[in-house]
């Protein structure tokens, strides 16, 4: 019997990296498949070191397209496994994980998101967000949580693979560069002394007993042949997500109840609009904050609720949008002033937000 | 308990500015203060200017970089120049005094500006192995934000396994840190 990677709680002091890797062994992952791209190196880098001791296992595959499809076979397999990625690699697994959404296959990423389009930088940004909700052909069916310090990297890559698993939807935890490769304190725990009972996986191929005799085939396909064969299943995958979607949703409101302008924003931006709002309401302005948790499927009902008294919107993102296109098409309707401040690729303090808030007046 | 403070740590490659900001913000997290290290990691870092972004607090910690330090640190030409940018009239801006030529480039708009002879101290006095614990030293002096007893606690932690083996780097690591404090105190800094 081997030993439990994580015991009791403790409190950690270590890259976000080595969190994301030691939650996927208190998550009970059995493998992980990966090829390196900074700012994720370290994910592999401390799996590879820690997951002989606890019997799990490593795949390096020769690209991120191997990669992706390799974590999507893991998993047909039964296994718990997961990938992580950044960037241009984010692209490469874009193909993979629309046969996940196609064929309801639980797979887990870990993207740290870095500057873009292209190589651009391996330090930090929010420009995956469209493609991490929306990419390749498909219709979005996947749930993205993100995380914007080392705790939530820590719970949510737990969840995710119960996330995955409960529902049968690929499921990608995002953070970034920053939260990648800074260290801060955390308390790691084991999930199940904390009550959370990790989901049971499963074959979902090479299943025991004759198929049509025995049990109903799987009949895993992502290949249809006319067009209202296809409608149907994809109607009925829109049908199953749009129907888990308000179990899944997560959010967290600052001061928005009595709130004139609310600050939306995500990710690690969300620590600089909650500073931004401490300092704002010392200085008596009303200033609240919507931070969606999940980012797909969004958490519509509750920000529409939250910004009722509002009586402007700012979106805060280090991307050129990507949130405030998301914001924009969940709270169709809403006839409130959205203004934007974009930082494609770049970090966002308290103090810009305070700055950019006051000068408007 | 001291206020909230943000360090800007730069220097070039092999002088040691990451593993200074890793042992100060691992003692703060072991007497049970708020931390927050990031380095600059961009392609920069291979032949670039290190900057190591550390933050300590007493409650959880905003942004993980930041525009303007409370005290820069900066260890050669280039970094002086590069860190210009994170200086405002409420930073402490302190070099080596061994850089020469950058007095133009100096920032003129921080609080105070002070130089200390680290690099010299640990050429002529003690070892050049030990020039970036002087600087610890002197982030510890100059900011307050983890104390003597902790600092060397933290040393021992990281270093104990070298120390084993020759007690007299303990000796060595620890006269440093005491050093780079007075460099401080001699430049009236804290």
């Not at chain 1, 974590?71 to 997961?82: D, M, Q």
């Not at chain 1, 469209?130 to 820590?154: P, W």
């Not at chain 1, 090479?206 to 296809?230: A, F, I, Q, W």
């Not at chain 2, 072991?30 to 990031?38: H, Q, S």
Request: charged share 25%.
């Amino acid at each position: 019997m081997v030993d439990k990677p994580i015991k009791g709680e403790k409190r950690y002091f270590v890259t976000g990296n080595e969190v994301v890797a030691w939650a996927a062994l208190a998550a009970g992952a059995e493998i992980m498949y990966g090829y390196p791209i900074t700012p994720q190196n370290e994910v592999m880098h401390y799996w590879t070191r820690l997951a002989p001791k606890y019997n799990r296992k490593f795949l390096q595959t020769e690209d991120e397209i191997s990669a992706g499809f390799a974590t999507c076979g893991g998993v047909l397999s039964g296994a718990r496994a997961f990938t992580a990625t950044a960037g241009p690699g984010n692209t490469l697994m874009q193909e993979s994980m629309s046969m996940a959404e196609m064929m309801k296959i639980p797979t887990v990423v870990v993207v740290q998101q870095r500057g873009g389009p292209s190589t651009a930088t391996v330090i930090y940004s929010q420009q995956e967000v469209t493609m991490t909700c929306f990419g390749a052909n498909g219709e979005g069916l996947r749930v993205v949580y993100s995380t914007g310090s080392h705790q939530e990297l820590y719970d949510y890559t737990i969840k995710a693979f119960n996330t995955a698993w409960k529902y049968r939807i690929p499921t990608f935890v995002l953070g970034d560069g920053y939260q990648a490769k800074m260290r801060e304190s955390l308390v790691m725990y084991d999930p199940e002394e904390r009550g959370i009972k990790m989901v049971p996986t499963e074959k979902i191929v090479g299943k025991e007993g004759m198929p049509g005799v025995e049990r109903e085939p799987s009949h895993l396909r992502n290949t249809y042949n006319t067009e209202d064969e296809l409608y149907d299943v994809v109607e009925k995958l829109v049908r199953d997500f749009w129907q888990a979607a308000p179990e899944i949703v997560e959010h967290q409101e600052f001061d928005c109840q009595d709130a004139e302008i609310i600050v939306v924003a995500h990710g690690v931006v969300t620590r600089a609009a909650q500073a931004a709002v401490k300092e704002l309401r010392a200085q008596g302005k009303k200033i609240g904050h919507f931070r969606p948790v999940t980012l797909r499927p969004f958490p519509r009902e509750a920000m529409k609720k939250a910004i009722a008294n509002a009586k402007e919107l700012i979106v805060v993102e280090s991307a050129e949008g990507q949130l405030d296109k998301i914001v924009k098409a969940e709270i169709y309707g809403c006839s409130k002033p959205i203004t934007g401040y974009f930082k494609p690729g770049v970090g966002i303090t308290a103090e810009e937000i305070v700055e950019f808030i006051n000068k408007r007046g | 308990m001291a206020k909230e403070y943000k360090i800007a740590l730069a220097g070039e490659g092999g002088q040691g500015v990451q593993s200074v900001a890793g042992i100060i913000v691992e003692a703060a997290n072991d007497v049970g203060r708020e931390a927050l290290y990031i380095p600059n990691f961009g392609v920069e870092q291979r032949g670039g200017v290190s900057i190591a972004f550390v933050q300590i607090a007493d409650e959880k910690i905003g942004s993980p970089k930041f525009k303007k330090a409370d005290i820069v640190i900066a260890l050669s030409d280039r970094a002086v120049r590069r860190t210009a940018e994170y200086v405002d009239q409420r930073t402490t801006f302190v070099y080596d005094s061994s850089i020469e030529g950058v007095e133009e480039a100096l920032p003129k708009n921080a609080a105070k500006v002070y130089a200390i002879p680290a690099v010299d101290v640990a050429k002529n006095e003690l070892h050049p192995r030990v020039f970036n614990i002087i600087i610890m030293g002197a982030v510890i002096e100059a900011t307050k934000v983890i104390d003597l007893e902790s600092a060397k606690k933290a040393i021992e932690k990281k270093l104990g396994y070298k120390f084993e083996q020759d007690p007299k780097l303990r000796e060595l690591n620890f006269k440093a840190l005491e050093r780079g404090i007075e460099l401080v105190r001699q430049a009236g800094i804290s």
